[in-house]
């Protein structure tokens, strides 16, 4: 089915996804893994190299731009080309070396923004009316997520573009919060793409800062400048229900 057949959510029921138990499957593709690896890799890389210089000999190293984190990204890109994917606990133990770091949300942030971006929307979208440019980037948002991680990941609850999920991968892996930047940078990029104009994503509820879900909230600049509330896309008579958990578990692989 293409994108423009992506129907609006007909309720505001939370699709919640309960990720503590990891799976020892192969689910992740390795592009997530590659992604955050560059991130910290960019991150690492003084603000000026002269031609000449040789960085083992003239600044401290960095993880970033260490031997170990060059091999990894080349095993990685390899995995990338052969379809091998992660597990959990390889993606794991990347969110906890980047967890270390002063820098991590920016890390997280922007390697959500990468992994986001290889879905391109077409230059028609953004045409087409508000609520339509919504539920595209929410189909796309769905299978691209659903692709990368091989599972089900979170739920839409009412609004535009309002993700909620309860004990996600990205909790588990960091229980301080920091990962769940990444998902904020995946809104923003997906909006962008879709929208044709900037987004802003606000991360409104987390479970690390005691809020029994997580939340993300994506809005279309256009609205905000405008002043204008984006419309709403669920029943109104409909009320959120905690119960609903989807089982990510039961998702299959792509």
Same mark, same amino acid.
């Given at each position: ?22 799976s ?14 560059? @991130? *910290? %890799?960019?991150? $690492?890389?003084?603000?000026e190299?002269?031609? /000449?210089?040789? +960085?083992?000999?003239?600044?401290? #190293? ?35 070396? @980047? *967890? %270390?770091?002063? $820098? ?6 922007? /390697?959500?923004? +990468?992994?986001?971006?290889?879905? #391109? ?21 769905q ?26 991968l ?58 204008s ?26």
């Open positions: 089915m293409g994108e423009i057949g992506v129907p609006a959510p007909t309720s505001s029921v939370s699709e919640l996804t309960d990720s503590k138990n990891s020892p499957r192969r689910r992740v593709q390795a592009i997530v893994g590659l992604r955050l690896l560059e @991130v *910290i %890799r960019d991150q $690492d890389l003084p603000g190299i002269l031609e /000449a210089e040789d +960085l083992a000999q003239t600044m401290p #190293r960095r993880l970033g731009l260490s031997e170990v984190v060059e091999r990894q990204m080349r095993t990685y890109r390899e995995d990338v080309r052969k379809r091998v994917r992660l597990t959990d606990a390889e993606i794991k133990d990347l969110f906890r070396l @980047v *967890i %270390r770091r002063p $820098d991590s949300e920016e890390v997280f942030f922007g /390697a959500g923004l +990468l992994i986001a971006s290889g879905d #391109r929307g077409g230059s028609w979208s953004r045409v087409v009316p508000t609520r339509l440019r919504y539920a595209l980037a929410r189909g796309r948002f299978r691209r997520l659903k692709r990368l991680f091989g599972r089900r990941i979170g739920g839409f609850a009412r609004g535009p573009f309002t993700v909620e999920g309860r004990g996600l990205f909790i588990d892996c960091d229980p301080g919060g920091d990962a769940c930047h990444l998902m904020s940078g995946f809104c923003k990029e997906i909006l962008e793409q879709t929208g044709g104009y900037g987004a802003e994503v606000r991360h409104s509820l987390c479970q690390a800062r005691g809020d029994d879900r997580c939340r993300w909230e994506g809005t279309f600049l256009t609205d905000v400048i405008k002043g509330e984006a419309p709403s896309i669920s029943d109104s008579g409909a009320a959120e229900d905690d119960s609903v958990l989807a089982d990510a578990h039961g998702t299959a692989a792509e």
